[in-house]
């Protein structure tokens, strides 16, 4: 978001959607940069077996993820001043396929304050896996 596009801001706006591929080299990485290490993220035999379909993302992998479309938008990931959602189903990440996280983002309301509250759909294969995912974001003072 350029200071010149700050004041054209308004609520409904969308921002660029993105697919961000995931595969298991991501899930390692991520673990190694994270120390999240559970098996269930790396491991297909162990995580069928406590009952899911496959390996699955690491959910603040996800939520990472997801917040790049606000930043990417914003142009400064330190703009980004409240983040939350709720986990609503496991990204499943199988090998060597891997998932796609389809991350939509749409300005909810521009505040007196300058900040910009934006809403995120986030899906893989059409099913939602973050609810209520919503960013407070910073803009240029006025």
Request: hydrophobic share 45%.
């Given at each position: ?5 700050v ?12 697919d ?52 990417d ?30 991350v ?11 900040t ?9 294969d ?17």
């Amino acid at each position: 978001m350029s200071e010149a596009a700050v004041g054209t801001v308004q609520a409904g706006d969308e921002l660029p959607a993105q697919d961000f591929p995931i595969n298991r080299y991501d899930l390692i990485r991520y673990a190694g940069a994270s120390g999240d290490f559970n098996v269930i993220h790396w491991n297909e035999r162990v995580a069928t077996t406590v009952g899911l379909p496959n390996v699955i993302a690491h959910g603040m992998f996800t939520m990472a993820s997801a917040i790049r479309v606000v930043t990417d938008w914003a142009g400064d990931p330190g703009a980004v001043l409240e983040y939350g959602v709720r986990f609503t189903r496991p990204v499943v990440v199988p090998d060597p396929e891997g998932a796609v996280l389809h991350v939509e983002g749409k300005v909810r309301d521009v505040r007196d304050d300058g900040t910009v509250e934006v809403d995120l759909t986030s899906t893989v294969d059409g099913q939602t896996v973050l609810a209520k995912a919503r960013a407070v974001v910073r803009t240029v003072k006025r």
